[in-house]
């Protein structure tokens, strides 16, 4: 199994600030037939299912702000939150479908400061 | 709009079989799309449990795989969870969701039911 590690496990960021997760596959999860990263973000607020944000490591679902990105390739992947808003205040996972069985990282929580 | 919605037995005793159902409106499961199963422990991570498609194609998580079965109804447009011997470690929210929005099963998770905890006690 491909093991997704996140850092930080939780940060505190001031409104209006960035906020950079970052997420780490122990191996690579680049599709080299098409070049593209089969690496996607969710966010989850409490009591709420996981939302997509991002797949493909930067294509933002659809309805999502543009304050969300996502970039890297390989094994190292990054979102980030451009300016901190009190409703992104949530668990952030990444999750690899590049094999079998998909999995996800532990979460990361971002909180304000 | 594309709605799951998760169904079955809140509580379930150590040994027994936790038995699921997802209901899935606004979209056929016939026209394609694989569909899963992911659970979630009380404050903890996401597990991947397994998924199907509307021919029946299953992939299940190895880690479970000798007491998961998923299945699919695409007359009633359901599709279903049955993991055999649980134990408390199996408490957990548990999850349907559409693996998108690509139609493959290397996929992201774009549409996700709202989550069912099942307790599994005595």
Redesign the interface.
């Known amino acids: ?1 491909i093991v997704m590690t996140q850092s930080p496990d939780s940060l505190a960021v001031s409104l209006g600030e960035r906020a950079t997760i970052n997420c780490k596959s122990s191996q690579s999860v680049l599709y080299s037939s098409n070049n593209k990263n ?1 690496l ?1 973000w ?1 966010q989850q607020k409490p009591g ?5 944000l991002i ?2 490591t930067s294509t933002r ?1 659809s309805g999502v702000p543009d304050r969300f990105s996502g970039s890297g390739s390989g094994t190292d992947f990054t979102l980030t939150i451009s300016s901190l808003q009190a409703e992104d205040v949530a668990v952030y ?1 990444c ?1 690899q ?2 094999s ?8 990361t929580k971002v909180e304000i400061k | 709009q594309v709605q799951l919605q998760e169904s079955g037995p809140r509580l379930v005793k150590p040994s027994e079989t936790l038995s699921l159902t997802c209901d899935v409106s606004g979209y056929s499961i016939s026209s394609g799309y694989y569909w899963g199963w992911i659970r979630q422990p009380p404050g903890k991570g996401l597990e991947w449990i397994g998924s199907i498609n509307h021919s029946g194609n299953t992939y299940y998580n190895p880690s479970l795989r000798s007491r998961v079965t998923i299945s699919v109804d695409t007359s009633r447009n359901q599709f279903f969870l049955r993991l055999t011997s649980v134990t408390a470690a199996d408490t957990a929210v548990y999850y349907c969701a559409r693996h998108g929005p690509i139609d493959t099963y290397y996929a992201s998770l774009d549409y996700w039911g709202q989550g069912t905890l099942v307790t599994v006690s005595s």
């Open positions: 199994d089969y996607a969710y709420q299912p996981p939302k997509l797949y493909l679902e996972y999750h479908y590049y079998s069985p998909p999995t996800f990282g532990g979460g």
